[in-house]
């Protein structure tokens, strides 16, 4: 059953769950089916997490099954005549001179188990690569990350890089770090800040909807 795979997901069974979405595709189970599945197993890791019963590996560990899981419906989803939803675009990265990640990639597994569609752009990401993506995707949301106090300066900058391209005022852009506070969040020109990925992703809800 496809309910079995969110069951799985949310136990961290890499094995079964895995063999279980093999057997869904065989039996001919429609993608989109099993995509949602996937989702609720993501969106119950994220509770468990905030509850404080799972850590910060419990969390990677989810968001690399459901990368596994992804790569075995990709082709699926290509062939399907169903279109995938997607909520909404997020571009996402650690901005220039910081290559921190753990806090970056708990936040995509987060935005993508609520449907939301998320380019990551890596660490250590110029603005002018953020511009760029911008320009390209024209996404709803980017999230600037930074684990040291360095990256202000590197969000300031990317900013601006927005603004220079006129395409601030068509972002909502939050930002995340430890370190974060309001002060920063202004000086900086974010319109909004967050010290871990399950309060982000609650911002990113009100600013795109359900």
Same mark, same amino acid.
């Given at each position: 059953?496809? /309910?079995? *795979?969110?069951? %799985?997901? #949310?136990?961290? &069974?890499?094995?079964?769950?895995?063999? =279980?979405?093999? +057997?869904?595709? !065989?039996?001919?189970? /429609?993608? *989109?089916?099993? %995509?949602? #599945?996937?989702? &609720?197993?993501?969106?119950?890791?994220? =509770?468990?997490? +905030?509850?404080? !019963?799972?850590?910060?590996?419990?969390?990677?560990?989810?968001?690399?099954?459901?990368?596994?899981?992804?790569?075995?419906?990709?082709?699926?989803?290509?062939?399907?005549?169903?279109?995938?939803?997607?909520?909404?675009?997020?571009?996402?990265?650690?901005?220039?001179?910081?290559?921190?990640?753990?806090?970056?990639?708990?936040?995509?597994?987060?935005?993508?188990?609520?449907?939301?569609?998320?380019?990551?752009?890596?660490?250590?990401?110029?603005?002018?690569?953020?511009?760029?993506?911008?320009?390209?995707?024209?996404?709803?949301?980017?999230?600037?990350?930074?684990?040291?106090?360095?990256?202000?300066?590197?969000?300031?900058?990317?900013?601006?890089?927005?603004?220079?391209?006129?395409?601030?005022?068509?972002?909502?852009?939050?930002?995340?770090?430890?370190?974060?506070?309001?002060?920063?969040?202004?000086?900086?020109?974010?319109?909004?800040?967050?010290?871990?990925?399950?309060?982000?992703?609650?911002?990113?809800?009100?600013?795109?909807?359900?």
């Amino acid at each position: 059953m496809v /309910d079995k *795979i969110s069951e %799985l997901m #949310s136990d961290l &069974e890499e094995k079964e769950v895995l063999e =279980e979405v093999r +057997k869904e595709i !065989e039996k001919g189970t /429609d993608p *989109i089916k099993i %995509l949602d #599945s996937l989702k &609720e197993g993501m969106l119950l890791i994220g =509770e468990l997490w +905030k509850k404080g !019963e799972y850590f910060v590996p419990e969390v990677i560990m989810g968001a690399e099954i459901s990368r596994q899981i992804m790569e075995l419906l990709k082709p699926e989803l290509e062939s399907s005549s169903t279109k995938v939803p997607v909520k909404g675009s997020i571009v996402i990265g650690t901005v220039r001179g910081d290559i921190h990640n753990i806090g970056k990639n708990l936040a995509i597994a987060l935005i993508q188990a609520a449907g939301y569609g998320v380019v990551d752009l890596g660490v250590d990401v110029p603005p002018k690569v953020f511009v760029e993506k911008v320009k390209e995707i024209k996404p709803d949301v980017v999230g600037l990350s930074g684990l040291l106090t360095l990256a202000i300066e590197s969000m300031k900058e990317t900013i601006e890089g927005f603004k220079e391209a006129g395409l601030r005022d068509q972002l909502k852009i939050i930002i995340g770090g430890p370190f974060l506070t309001k002060n920063y969040c202004e000086y900086v020109g974010a319109d909004a800040f967050t010290h871990s990925a399950t309060e982000g992703i609650e911002k990113i809800r009100g600013w795109i909807g359900e």
